[in-house]
Each structure stands twice: as C-alpha cells, then as structure tokens.
Nanobody
Framework: QVQLVESGGGLVQPGGSLRLSCAAS????????MRWYRQAPGEERDLVAV???????DYQDSVKGRFTISRDNAKNTVYLQMNSLIPEDTAVYYC???????????????WGQGTQVTVSS
C-alpha cells in the first residue's frame, strides 16, 4: 500500500505565506513526477504546479512568481511554498505522485487527502 499525507494548510491573510508538504510512505520503489492541484468550491480541480523526477518545474500562469514547488527524494516528499497569497488562492490543495512499487512495475497515480488553504482578512 502507498499513502500520501499532506500538511501545512490553514488560514492566512492576503499577502501572507504558507508551505504545504506531502509525504509518501509504504511500498515505494521509485517516484516520478509530483504535482499539486487545487479545487475551489464549485470549480474543477486544476493543476497548480508540477516537478519532474529530474527537477524540472512548471506552473499555472496565475501562480508563477509566487509559488515554488520542490521535492526531497530521500524523504519521498513534495513541497509547495506559497507566497504573496491572494483570496483567489483559497481552495483545497491536493498532492499527486506517480509511483512505481516494484522494479518491473508501472507508474500509478496516488493522491493525498487534501488540505484546506483559506486566504482572508
């Protein structure tokens, strides 16, 4: 079994910062790309940021220059540093990882449980 556990969400004022973490545990051989998604009430789940296994990153236009995705392969963990937060960033944030559980296995997608981020004064 593989489990992804997120932490770091909460309530923050506009202009503030938060750092989300997502740690994978269980039967893991290797991890490919890691992603952060978010879903606001009544909206679809959108891709926010992605980091490849070799560290290449890409971002949704609305968060470029404010959010930074990073990973610690030794800890099977992905982070999302969020700065200059605005109310429009309010959403439930989900992590997603492509994980291979054996040397000959395929990569399967796993999801975290979600963490609420609320930006409000």
């Amino acid at each position: 079994q593989v489990q992804l556990v997120e932490s770091g969400g909460g309530l923050v004022q506009p202009g503030g910062s938060l750092r989300l973490s997502c740690a994978a545990s269980g039967n893991i051989f290797s991890i490919g790309s890691m992603r952060w998604y978010r879903q606001a009430p009544g909206e679809e789940r959108d891709l926010v940021a992605v980091i490849s296994s070799d560290g290449n990153t890409d971002y949704q236009d609305s968060v470029k220059g404010r959010f930074t995705i990073s990973r610690d392969n030794a800890k099977n963990t992905v982070y999302l540093q969020m700065n200059s937060l605005i109310p429009e960033d309010t959403a439930v944030y989900y992590c997603n990882m492509n994980i291979r559980r054996s040397p000959l296995g395929i990569f399967d997608a796993y999801w975290g449980q979600g963490t609420q981020v609320t930006v409000s004064s």
